[in-house]
């Protein structure tokens, strides 16, 4: 697919008049603000805090060395498909005490990415648990840590994942690897929606 997103950092367009809610959910510390930020063609807002020692007694950090901030609230950027057509993109934080939010993130969500750490599949389940009650299209995106590559089909069997249901690999530092990863989410929403009544807003295949 040729589609690319443009890098200029302007304004929204005039004409645009559809905004297509997108949200990047998954467990603590597996990339998804570092994802909203290299994608976003908006300087994102984030709502990050230095993390205390109080709060290695709340929060597993021990599969996230070098980890110094954390997300308390969400992320959001944006991304401009076409003249009338943005994504805006929503982060959610990953920890377990924040999740009571992720339920009224998802209200009016068009398309979920679940970010993935190979290390730590079992973090994933309860986002998934999630979207599947909501009935939200998505896709679940392994983000590379530079560890052992696992193979889609462990992976499909440790998330108990539906066929349909796209695995891709990423780099959520690199814009080019986070774009193909949205790329591949409005594909899928397109096949989600195809023969059933449109929602309120269909995306195009083409970024620009």
């Not at 982060?91 to 730590?120: H, I, K, N, Y």
């Not at 052992?148 to 069997?157: S, Y």
């Not at 066929?163 to 080019?176: F, G, M, N």
Request: negative net charge.
């Amino acid at each position: 697919m040729d589609s690319v997103i443009s890098d200029a950092r302007t304004p929204l367009g005039a004409s645009a008049d559809n905004g297509l809610k997108i949200v990047v959910v998954g467990g603590f510390g597996v990339g998804k603000t570092t994802l909203v930020r290299s994608v976003s063609e908006i300087r994102p807002l984030n709502t990050e805090e230095t993390m205390t020692r109080a709060g290695e007694t709340v929060d597993d950090i021990r599969q996230v060395g070098g980890k110094t901030t954390t997300t308390v609230a969400f992320d959001f950027g944006r991304i401009t498909l076409d003249a009338r057509n943005v994504l805006y993109l929503f982060g959610a934080p990953g920890q377990e005490r924040f999740w009571f939010l992720w339920d009224r993130l998802f209200s009016g969500t068009l398309g979920a990415v679940v970010l993935l750490d190979t290390r730590r599949i079992d973090e994933s389940w309860y986002a998934i648990d999630r979207l599947e009650h909501h009935g939200t299209p998505f896709i679940v995106a392994c983000n590379d840590f530079g560890g052992p590559a696992h193979p889609p089909g462990a992976v499909r069997e440790a998330l108990d994942l539906d066929p349909h249901v796209p695995l891709v690999d990423c780099d959520a530092r690199s814009r080019e690897s986070s774009k193909q990863v949205l790329i591949t989410l409005v594909q899928h929403i397109q096949q989600h929606y195809a023969g059933r009544s449109a929602p309120a807003a269909q995306p195009r295949q083409e970024f620009v």
